[in-house]
């Protein structure tokens, strides 16, 4: 998925040289975690609520000290045709929350691991229907009859990995509701079940 189908579009946007003060009323008036800093539409720095706090646990004068003294930069900017695992990788390495979305210097967005999140609970839900699919397959194979073709389609099927639990799905793939078919163990059966029932000619001597 494209980032520019995940990333919020309105950011809100402080100028460098303004205010913590003003930062703060910005945040709590406008309900976000962030500020994107730009001057004359570029990109400078990135503020959030924790930078506010870093602030004043330094004793600094919120009314004084200005934004650009306690935002994050350089800023790791994506494009929006980025991939969103593109951005969690990023994300992963570099220890953030956020990343700017922009492209030839403009501000489109903004990216946060709540939006990957939802994204990955999504492609999760996706993955276990898929799975239950593929268990309610097997199943109706093996109720036809079909246990030979079925055993290598059910292998498959558990395959995929261990206890999915999603939306109240219960199937573990530690439990086997079928018998496996093995033909060649099937056919040494036969072969020694035949030895053991044959009557050897010497047998019927004297």
Known sequence: MKLQ???VPNVIEVSPDETIGAAAKRMR????????ATLSGAVKGIITDRDLLACLERNHDPYRCVVSAHMSRPVIVLRPDEEHGTAVKVMGERHIKRLVVAEHGKLLGIVSLSDLTAVAHDEAARVGAACEFIVDVVGAQIHQGKIKSA???ARSAFAVGPCLNVQGSTFNSAEKPYECFDEAQHERKISNDFTRSSVRPEALEG
């Open 5 to 7: 189908e995940i990333m």
């Open 29 to 36: 008036e406008k309900s976000v975690g962030c500020l994107v």
């Open 151 to 153: 055993a290598a389609t």
